[in-house]
């Protein structure tokens, strides 16, 4: 899956420095180009796991269970600090 997500990333990029190299725009953005390949390279080395946001689902859900969650967002957005003018919805 990583090695997948990183071949789609790169490629994308190179497209984008090759469109910047056509175009003929400044070496100064050709170089900032090739240097985000660069760094993102280095974002997937070989066998190392990347993570999926999906992973945290349901984390904290045991907490949860004894908190009306309404009652919680209703207090909280209460607390918020208003702009003048603002409609206060309590």
Do not use: C
């Amino acid at each position: 899956m990583e090695n997948e997500h990183k071949r789609r990333l790169i490629a994308r990029l190179e497209a984008l420095k090759q469109a910047v190299e056509e175009n003929g725009v400044s070496e100064e953005v050709a170089r900032a180009v090739y240097e985000e390949l660069r760094r993102v390279d280095s974002l997937f080395p070989e066998g190392v796991k990347t993570h999926s946001i999906m992973e945290l689902e349901g984390l904290g859900a045991e907490y949860w269970r004894s908190i009306d969650v309404e009652k919680y967002l209703e207090e909280e957005r209460a607390s918020w600090e208003r702009p003048e003018g603002w409609p206060n919805r309590h």
